[in-house]
């Protein structure tokens, strides 16, 4: 019980959820933060880094479906100005484009190299649908060669789980603190769209919305080395971000 109270934590920004995690998500672990379209999954992650930019962190932001000037008005709406701290070079945001096949390789280098402290993927549904490029598994980790032939359509799921599993891999070996988004149908029981993700993931938080009650709610699903409840917690999307009501 002494080595998990000593567990170092890192604080999310999000005024009360730390003190329900223990004072925020376990150090170096990756975190899935599932929801539906317009739950708060990029607002989260904004608030996260901007928190880290308080605290002294290096910050990397990966996103793949918007440009990052579109990213950098939105968040500034929301009081997260990032100008200064991208300036410092405190924080980064990259665009990864799903049509490069270097992809991967962008992602892997920039997180491996880059000593952060914090990353967010944003999110990780298009790269786990795009179509699987890779040599024989086993043979080489190169998962941008080419060569459907190798497998049979059956052989999809171990490949997606491969494929994901990469991504996943290439966040805990940084040593980083990382958020990972997967968007969710509307009114999905399921925790990622993939239904893999969750798996692979230390943590899974789920942001959810009741547009007849007009209420938002966040969910502790998993959080590893941690006591949490798993009722769904009311929330308001506002100035500042995400805040427990
Ligand atoms: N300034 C604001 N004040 C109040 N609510 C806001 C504000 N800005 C955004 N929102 C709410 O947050 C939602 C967008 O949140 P966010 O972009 O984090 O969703 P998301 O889960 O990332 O969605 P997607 O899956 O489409 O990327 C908007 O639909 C709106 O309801
Ligand atoms: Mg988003």
Do not use: W
């Not at 502790?220 to 080395?225: A, E, G, I, Q």
């Amino acid at each position: 019980m002494d080595g998990l109270r000593k567990m170092e934590r890192v604080r999310t920004g999000i005024d009360g959820l730390d003190e329900i995690i223990g004072g925020g998500i376990p150090k170096g672990t990756v975190t899935l933060i599932s929801g539906p379209p317009g739950s708060g999954k990029t607002i989260f992650c904004y608030q996260f880094l901007y928190k880290g930019i308080e605290e002294g962190d290096k910050c990397l932001f990966l996103t793949l479906d918007k440009k990052v000037d579109g990213l950098l008005i939105q968040a500034q709406e929301l009081g997260f100005d990032f100008q200064p701290a991208i300036e410092r070079g405190q924080i980064k945001f990259l665009f990864l484009d799903i049509n490069k096949k270097l992809i991967y390789e962008v992602m892997t280098n920039e997180v491996l190299s880059g000593e952060y402290d914090r990353v967010v993927l944003d999110s990780i549904t298009p790269l786990s649908e795009m179509p699987i490029y890779m040599r024989h598994a086993g043979v080489t980790n190169d998962i941008n060669i080419i060569n459907p032939e190798d497998f049979s359509p059956g052989d999809t799921f171990p490949i997606r789980r491969l494929h994901l599993h990469y991504i996943m891999n290439a966040l805990d070996t940084a040593k980083c603190t990382s958020l990972v988004t997967s968007e969710l149908p509307s009114n999905s029981t399921a925790l990622s769209r993939d239904g893999i993700s969750e798996f692979l993931a230390d943590a899974v938080i789920v942001l959810s919305l009741d547009p007849t009650m007009d209420r938002r709610k966040l969910s502790v699903m998993k959080m590893r080395s941690t006591k949490h409840t798993l009722r769904p917690l009311d929330i308001e999307i506002g100035r500042g971000g995400i805040r427990l009501i």
